[in-house]
């Protein structure tokens, strides 16, 4: 199964940017990439997700590299509640029609006020 | 609109217990996925269903069982708890789509202790 490699802690200041990387070197031409963030003590939440082309929604952009080997999660403006643990993942098929999402250990972002 | 509901939100439990954890969504979706957390780690994949009276396996499957009788219900079911079992529990939904492309919602979680 393809897998990511994120970093394991990132820190930024309040309302700037923030680039967070993802490495996936061994995914394959169907594979969706999905992030998806983590707040203290509570379940993951969507933030974004892309095939080959550069997505934005309210909460994010997302730049993927043109041979799809690595991804850059950008937070436009971060914010104290952006603090989170954010997991880049590839949905992978398990059955049929059914994905599976294979979690990395994810990459801590703390916002320092 | 409540989403993904998951019950009880805690539960210490005696090794050699059992019991069921329940996870109710009402947004029709197709599929339901249990994974489970432990400390400093990312979620790992228990059970799943493509749909209502189907289960299969993920990928750290054993000492669990699984049952979706409705399809607004996915139940995950420890017959006899250890302590290795200690971990938070996630509930997820996802609808059916194309591609890769389906987004999953997650309930708050269920901490489970097994002393």
């Known amino acids: 199964d393809a897998k990511t490699t994120q970093p394991n802690s990132m820190e930024s200041n309040e309302e700037e940017p923030v680039h967070l990387p993802c490495n996936h070197s061994?995914?394959?031409?169907?594979?969706?990439i999905h992030w998806y963030r983590q707040l203290p003590s509570q379940g993951p939440e969507y933030v974004i997700h892309?095939?080959?082309s550069n997505v934005n929604n309210r909460m994010a952009s997302l730049a993927i590299a043109e041979d799809r080997k690595s991804s850059t999660l950008i937070l436009h403006r971060a914010t104290l509640r952006d603090a989170a643990v954010y997991y880049c993942?590839?949905?992978?098929?398990?059955?049929?029609?059914?994905?599976?999402?294979?979690f990395g250990s994810g990459t801590q972002l703390t916002v320092l006020p | 609109n409540a989403g993904v509901t998951q019950t009880p939100k805690f539960r210490v439990l005696k090794t050699g217990q059992s019991m069921t954890l329940l996870c109710a969504q009402d947004?029709?979706?197709?599929?339901m996925y249990w994974y489970r957390q432990d400390p400093g780690m990312g979620l790992r994949l228990i059970h799943y269903?493509?749909?209502?009276?189907?289960?299969a396996k993920g990928e750290v499957p054993d000492g669990y069982n699984v049952s979706r009788l409705k399809k607004q219900n996915f139940l995950l079911g420890l017959e006899s708890a250890a302590p290795s079992q200690t971990s938070v529990y996630f509930c997820?939904?996802?609808?059916?789509?194309?591609?890769?492309?389906?987004?999953?919602?997650f309930g708050a979680g269920s901490r489970l202790t097994v002393l």
């Open positions: 993942i590839l949905r992978v098929i398990i059955s049929g029609s059914a994905r599976q999402l294979t």
């Open positions: 269903s493509v749909g209502e009276g189907t289960t």
């Open positions: 892309g095939l080959t």
């Open positions: 947004m029709n979706h197709e599929y």
């Open positions: 997820a939904s996802s609808p059916r789509g194309p591609g890769g492309a389906n987004v999953l919602t």
């Open positions: 061994t995914i394959s031409g169907t594979d969706y």
